[in-house]
Protein backbone atom coordinates (compact mmCIF):
# COMPACT_ATOMS: atom_id res chain seq x y z
CA UNK A 1 0.00 0.00 0.00
CA UNK A 2 1.50 3.44 -1.19
CA UNK A 3 0.95 6.26 -0.45
CA UNK A 4 1.92 8.11 -3.49
CA UNK A 5 -0.19 8.88 -6.41
CA UNK A 6 -0.66 12.17 -5.83
CA UNK A 7 2.23 13.03 -5.11
CA UNK A 8 2.72 11.74 -8.60
CA UNK A 9 0.52 13.14 -10.48
CA UNK A 10 2.20 16.61 -9.14
CA UNK A 11 5.45 15.66 -9.96
CA UNK A 12 4.40 14.58 -13.35
CA UNK A 13 2.82 17.48 -14.36
CA UNK A 14 4.86 19.82 -12.05
CA UNK A 15 2.07 21.16 -10.12
CA UNK A 16 2.50 24.36 -8.25
CA UNK A 17 0.79 25.70 -5.12
CA UNK A 18 -0.28 28.51 -7.12
CA UNK A 19 -2.22 26.20 -9.24
CA UNK A 20 -4.17 24.48 -6.71
CA UNK A 21 -7.27 25.76 -5.21
CA UNK A 22 -6.93 23.33 -2.37
CA UNK A 23 -4.52 20.92 -1.90
CA UNK A 24 -3.87 19.51 2.05
CA UNK A 25 -2.43 16.22 3.35
CA UNK A 26 -2.94 15.01 6.66
CA UNK A 27 -2.91 12.53 9.18
CA UNK A 28 -6.10 10.44 10.75
CA UNK A 29 -6.58 8.26 13.54
CA UNK A 30 -5.29 4.94 13.50
CA UNK A 31 -2.69 5.67 11.04
CA UNK A 32 -5.54 6.69 8.63
CA UNK A 33 -4.35 9.61 6.48
CA UNK A 34 -6.16 11.88 3.54
CA UNK A 35 -4.27 13.71 0.58
CA UNK A 36 -6.84 15.95 -1.04
CA UNK A 37 -5.69 18.26 -4.37
CA UNK A 38 -7.63 20.05 -6.18
CA UNK A 39 -6.47 22.17 -9.15
CA UNK A 40 -8.04 25.67 -10.27
CA UNK A 41 -10.71 25.62 -12.74
CA UNK A 42 -11.58 22.16 -11.81
CA UNK A 43 -15.17 21.07 -10.31
CA UNK A 44 -13.67 17.42 -9.10
CA UNK A 45 -10.87 16.57 -6.12
CA UNK A 46 -8.29 14.28 -6.41
CA UNK A 47 -8.38 12.18 -3.17
CA UNK A 48 -5.89 9.72 -1.73
CA UNK A 49 -6.53 8.14 1.74
CA UNK A 50 -6.04 5.20 4.15
CA UNK A 51 -9.09 4.53 5.62
CA UNK A 52 -8.68 4.93 9.66
CA UNK A 53 -11.01 2.29 10.53
CA UNK A 54 -10.39 -0.35 7.96
CA UNK A 55 -7.03 0.30 6.54
CA UNK A 56 -8.19 0.12 2.72
CA UNK A 57 -6.11 2.56 0.84
CA UNK A 58 -8.16 4.14 -2.22
CA UNK A 59 -7.00 7.01 -4.79
CA UNK A 60 -10.43 8.28 -6.32
CA UNK A 61 -12.09 11.32 -7.89
CA UNK A 62 -15.21 13.44 -5.76
CA UNK A 63 -16.57 16.45 -7.15
CA UNK A 64 -15.14 19.13 -4.62
CA UNK A 65 -17.16 20.72 -1.90
CA UNK A 66 -16.91 22.43 1.32
CA UNK A 67 -17.06 20.73 3.94
CA UNK A 68 -15.13 18.04 2.20
CA UNK A 69 -15.84 14.16 2.75
CA UNK A 70 -15.81 10.82 1.14
CA UNK A 71 -16.94 7.18 1.92
CA UNK A 72 -14.40 4.65 2.05
CA UNK A 73 -15.02 1.80 -0.08
CA UNK A 74 -14.36 -0.72 1.73
CA UNK A 75 -16.57 -0.29 4.64
CA UNK A 76 -18.64 2.38 3.98
CA UNK A 77 -16.91 5.15 6.84
CA UNK A 78 -17.32 8.83 6.33
CA UNK A 79 -13.67 10.50 6.54
CA UNK A 80 -14.37 13.75 7.29
CA UNK A 81 -11.72 16.40 6.33
CA UNK A 82 -12.43 19.21 8.54
CA UNK A 83 -10.80 22.95 8.45
CA UNK A 84 -9.88 23.07 5.26
CA UNK A 85 -6.85 25.17 4.60
CA UNK A 86 -4.09 25.76 1.89
CA UNK A 87 -0.94 24.38 3.38
CA UNK A 88 2.11 26.32 2.95
CA UNK A 89 4.94 25.65 0.83
CA UNK A 90 6.53 23.77 3.59
CA UNK A 91 3.70 21.65 4.06
CA UNK A 92 3.08 20.26 0.99
CA UNK A 93 6.02 18.72 0.22
CA UNK A 94 5.91 19.47 -3.31
CA UNK A 95 9.92 19.16 -4.93
CA UNK A 96 10.84 21.89 -6.87
CA UNK A 97 13.10 20.94 -10.22
ZN1 LIG B 1 -12.70 1.60 5.51
Known amino acids: MEFKKIQEFIEK ?3 RPSDCTMHTNRNLENNG ?10 SDAWVEYICPK ?5 YTKKTWKRP ?3 KCENCGKL ?8 LNKKDTKI ?3
Open 68 to 70: FSI
Open 13 to 15: NNI
Open 54 to 58: CGHYG
Open 33 to 42: KIRVLVLKGE
Open 79 to 86: IRVQKMKT
Open 95 to 97: SYR
